[in-house]
């Protein structure tokens, strides 16, 4: 059945790339909390915020945790 190997062949390529989705999920699923050093405003976010939404400073935040 041409159909059948077909289908395994598709849900191998799925199940494969499912995998590294979340392999991939669970590594960069870490929030931190970064803190604002001119005004003191703290982000929840993956990675390091560029600028500041409240003040505008940039490069102002650190890591709190
Ligand atoms: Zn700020």
């Known amino acids: ?3 059948g190997a077909d289908a395994e062949g598709r849900y191998g ?3 494969a790339s499912s995998l590294s989705v979340t392999r991939e ?4 699923g ?10 003191g ?12 939404p409240q003040c505008g400073a940039k490069a102002s935040f650190g890591k709190k945790e």
């Open 1 to 3: 059945m041409g159909l």
């Open 13 to 15: 390529v799925l199940y």
């Open 25 to 28: 999920l669970g590594r960069a």
């Open 30 to 39: 870490k929030m931190a909390v970064w803190q604002c050093s001119a005004c």
């Open 41 to 52: 405003f703290e982000k929840d976010a993956r990675c390091k915020p560029q600028k500041c």
